[in-house]
Every structure is written in C-alpha cells, then in structure tokens.
C-alpha cells in the first residue's frame, strides 16, 4: 500500500496524512521534511538559494525516492504534483487522494501560517486570496489526475479510510 495525499497549502495534507497511517499502520512520510532532512536545509533556504527551479528538482527527487517505499502515506507539498511528471509517477506507484478543500477554509489556515511558506510569505489578506484563486485555476487540471477527489470544508479521516476500504 503506497498512498499519496495532495492538495493545495492548507488543505490538511499533513495532519490528514499523521491520522491515517496511525489508523491503517502505515508509516507516514512528510514529503516536505523528508527534503529538509535529506539537504539539511530548510524549504525557505532553498527558496532564497537556488530559487523555486532548485526546489522542484529537489522535490522530484525525494517524489522518486519515496515512490519505492512500500507501506506508506505521502503528504505531497502542494506544488508537487504540478511539476515533471510527478502526477503520472504517484498515480503508476500508488493511490492519489486530492483533498479539495474550498477556498475559505484555506485562507483561515493560510493566513496564520506563512512564515514557512515562500510563495505565500508577505501577502495580505487580499493578496492571499487573489494568490490562492489564480494558482488554484492552475493547479487543479494537475490534482483532478488523482484518482479520487474528496470535496469538502473539513475532510474527515472516516471518510479517507472508507474510501480506502472500498478499493482494496
Ligand atoms: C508549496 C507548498 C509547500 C512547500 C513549498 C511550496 C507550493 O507545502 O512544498 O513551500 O508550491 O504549494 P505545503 O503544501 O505542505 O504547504
């Protein structure tokens, strides 16, 4: 079982990804901290080093390098699947869940947390919003390659793990 979560910053990929893989014994893989630990550099240090070109290659190569762990849940950073061919990779090695979360629920979260988060870094509140609309109209023909979507405010893990069940 190799299963991948993405979905736009914000969207509870991480804290979604913790919950089940203590509910379904997997191992959980934060593929973001998995990169930091791997460079022994922080996500905005690459960022403000080798600028978002850099990032990505690096994100692709821990995307690759986790695509042959077995037993695993993968929170995906939320660009990763916009980039090379890392959708088609995740979807021939594992199961992909996007979580769909609407746009207001992102900004609350977003809003408190974009100290780590070099896209986002700086933004008003009016930025914010504006960012998320036009990257989201970017990125969603990318995340609507995942095998299934789940829609909604809050995600609930029950509804993951059913959905897991039902396609084993
Ligand atoms: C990014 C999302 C971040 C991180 C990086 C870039 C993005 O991960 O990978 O800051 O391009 O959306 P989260 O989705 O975990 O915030």
Known sequence: MRIFLIGFMGSGKSTMGRALASELKLDF????????????KTIPQIFAEEGEDGFRRKERNVLEEVSAFDNIIVATGGGAPC????????????????????????????????????LI???????????????????????????????????RIDQVVSLLKANQ
Request: charged residues 35%; contains cysteine.
């Open 29 to 40: 893989i934060d593929l973001d901290s998995f990169l930091e630990e791997k460079y022994y």
């Open 121 to 155: 870094k700086g933004k008003t509140l009016e930025e914010l919003e504006g960012f998320i609309e036009g990257m989201m109209e970017k990125r969603r023909p990318f995340y609507e390659k995942a095998r299934y979507i789940l829609k909604g405010k809050e995600i």
């Open 83 to 118: 980039f090379f061919d890392n959708m088609d990779l995740m979807n021939n090695s594992g199961f992909c869940i996007f979580l769909d979360v609407d746009k207001e629920s992102l900004i609350n979260r977003l809003i408190h947390a974009k100290i780590d988060r070099p």
